[in-house]
């Protein structure tokens, strides 16, 4: 069993020119099968398909970013613009059609079992076995990951209690919690398994404020005492104000700004007007919408 | 102790470790779901009756003495319907590993954990196989409550060999047929009940495969559930000895030989393909 490489300790993540299309018009199975590959457009240029066939999509177009180690990097864009494919690529669920991503230097490609041991995934919604308590979901996931029982045990305790769960739900079914219980739940089984690359698709939506809170100063803890980086997606602006070292924005699977939450405020300003976060989104997907519109 | 060796320690425990987690979570899930398991129970053993109470009524259909054993076919018929239970359960439970994640909408975390697969794989099989002699058990001593069963004659630990050997072969066909819950997310799981009532239609499970057209004779050689019957009939009927049960055994050996591997490789295609394609997602 040969020693694996050193880790790359500086570069948490590294995507470059990454692409996931969907419904490309494929080459028949007979050439597919003799090696023939789909042909893959240029950064937006779809190819137009007969009337009737699926439209493609660009559902991540090119995309490339740089994450420092102990960064949190916002990804911001609205509906359907690609933010959960991208996240989806960077977890190992979905196979890029072009492009690469590296974590920590290691390419999920080459190595996807090792990159599955740096990250973890917070979902939109929260996947549970349903009928099975928070504890026993928090022992299911830590054991895949190499915590044993009893130490899994004694941090779900911790996490959970720091979290604001009731120490009664911890052995009831999931299904009896709200949506933010569930939520956070989630969020805990994250933690448990001390991921240093942690990728969280909107964690605090459907949370009322004061678990938002919460889960940001959760975080803000996890990067600051347990050296994690964090990608999150996000559409709450103040959220991404408040928590994010850089954000960038992305629209039809482009990225069209990628900066610090207060450059970018800046690049917008005029007259001596103050934006804010929300500001910056709408003007650079805004501005995206009409040239789609016009062309 | 060298790196390497320290290196292979520590993969293995993990391996365990990850198993273990698979056999843990399918347990509590059975635990939760306990009025469905009163229910499956109460299903299984009600047609099992059923089917079993053809041989005690064969007599009064035909209106007159039967020119058969009616213990031997009553015989033939409890162990058809128990095999088929195990072997069933077997099937059911490892093929639905990919299924379950898909109703409760885990797939992608259990996917993106940093398990192997084979591990992945075991787990599920591990429980299958518990599951599945535990619950058999439980059917058999509540027909035994219906009907005298005669094991006077019976070479229990044969019988043992040859479903055993039996299992294998089915754990690589569940792997196989798991991987149409992948491909095909909203049907796949109903296409695995086309594939197991196949089973019982060709392998003789209430009848010697003789009476079938001679294509499905022709198929139901290929079917391991045909051997493992055979074979248990042979040992717990007429007492073969172990000499006589490995004409049983060693084809149900080649095609575990067979089907295992070939599981494993098409389930790492489908799920490159899933992955690929997108079939992943949780919804559809």
């Known amino acids: 069993m040969p020693k694996p490489p050193p880790l790359d300790r500086q570069n948490a993540l590294l995507v470059t020119e990454i692409c996931k299309f969907f419904h490309l018009p494929q080459p028949p199975l007979w050439k597919r099968l003799l090696g023939a590959k789909m042909a893959l457009p240029q950064k937006g240029a779809l190819p137009t398909v007969a009337p009737g066939d699926k439209a493609p999509v660009a559902a991540v177009d090119h995309v490339s970013f740089r994450i420092g180690r102990g960064e949190i990097f916002g990804v911001l864009g609205p509906n359907g613009s690609g933010k959960s494919t991208l996240i989806r690529l960077i977890s190992t669920l979905l196979k890029a059609d072009k492009g690469s991503a590296r974590i920590f230097g290691i390419d999920i490609e080459d190595d996807e079992m090792r990159v599955k041991q740096l990250i ?42 720091r979290l604001g769960l009731k120490r009664s739900s911890y052995n009831e079914p999931m299904e009896e919690m709200s949506r933010g219980m569930q939520q956070k739940v989630a969020i805990a089984r994250a933690f448990l398994t001390s991921p240093v690359l942690l990728l969280l698709d909107e964690p605090t939506t459907g949370l009322d404020p ?11 803890e996890l990067r600051d005492s347990h050296d994690a980086t964090i990608l999150i997606t996000t559409h709450d602006m103040e959220e ?22 207060e450059a970018l405020k800046r690049s917008i300003a005029d007259n001596g007007s103050r934006p804010t976060l929300e500001d910056v989104f709408m003007r650079l997907t805004g501005e995206q919408l009409l040239a789609d519109d016009s062309a | 102790m060298p790196n390497t060796i320290l290196r292979g320690i520590n993969s293995a425990r993990l391996n365990a470790l990850q198993t273990y987690a698979f056999i843990a979570r399918n347990w509590h899930l059975t635990k939760r779901y306990w009025g469905w398991e009163v229910v499956w129970f109460f299903y299984a053993l009600t047609s099992g009756l059923s089917v079993v109470f053809i041989a005690q009524g064969a007599e009064a259909l035909t209106g007159s003495a039967v020119g058969f ?7 033939y018929l409890i162990i058809g319907t128990l095999v088929w239970r195990y072997l069933s359960a077997i099937f059911i439970l490892t093929s639905e590993v990919i ?26 099989t591990a429980y299958s196989l518990t599951y599945g002699m535990i619950s058999t058990l439980i059917i058999g001593i509540a027909m035994a409550l219906f009907f005298e069963l005669d094991l006077s004659n019976a070479n229990m630990l044969g019988a043992g060999a040859v479903i055993l050997g039996g299992s294998l072969s089915l ?49 139901a050689v290929l079917s391991p559930v045909t051997y493992v019957l055979d074979g248990t009939r042979a040992a717990l009927l007429d007492g073969a000895a172990l000499s006589e049960l490995w004409q049983y055994i060693l084809p149900l050996l080649a095609l575990g030989c067979v089907t295992l591997p070939l599981g494993l490789f098409a389930f790492r295609l489908a799920e490159n393909y899933a992955k690929r394609s997108g079939k992943l997602k949780r919804v559809g």
């Open chain 1, 120 to 161: 973890s995934r917070v979902s939109v919604d929260a996947a549970f076995f349903k009928k099975l308590s928070p504890m026993e979901n928090l022992l299911y996931g830590a054991r895949l990951y190499g915590v044993t029982g009893p130490v899994a045990r004694v941090k779900a305790y911790e996490i959970m209690g």
């Open chain 1, 210 to 220: 004061r678990s938002k809170r919460e889960v940001r100063a959760f975080i803000e």
């Open chain 1, 240 to 261: 991404a104000d408040a928590l994010c070292d850089r954000v960038a924005v992305i629209h039809n699977g482009a990225l069209v700004a990628t900066d610090s939450p």
């Open chain 2, 69 to 75: 054993d009616v213990q031997y076919l009553t015989m």
């Open chain 2, 99 to 124: 299924a379950w994640e898909r109703w409760e909408g885990t797939i992608e975390y259990t996917l993106m954990a940093p398990v192997r697969r084979w591990v992945h794989l075991v787990g599920q």
């Open chain 2, 171 to 219: 754990v690589g066909i569940g792997i196989l047929a798991s991987i149409l819950p992948l491909l095909y997310p909203e049907r796949g799981a109903q296409m695995t009940n086309v594939v197991e009532a196949s089973f019982l239609l060709i392998s003789g499970v209430y009848y010697p495969i003789s009476v079938l057209p001679e294509w499905m004779q022709a198929v």
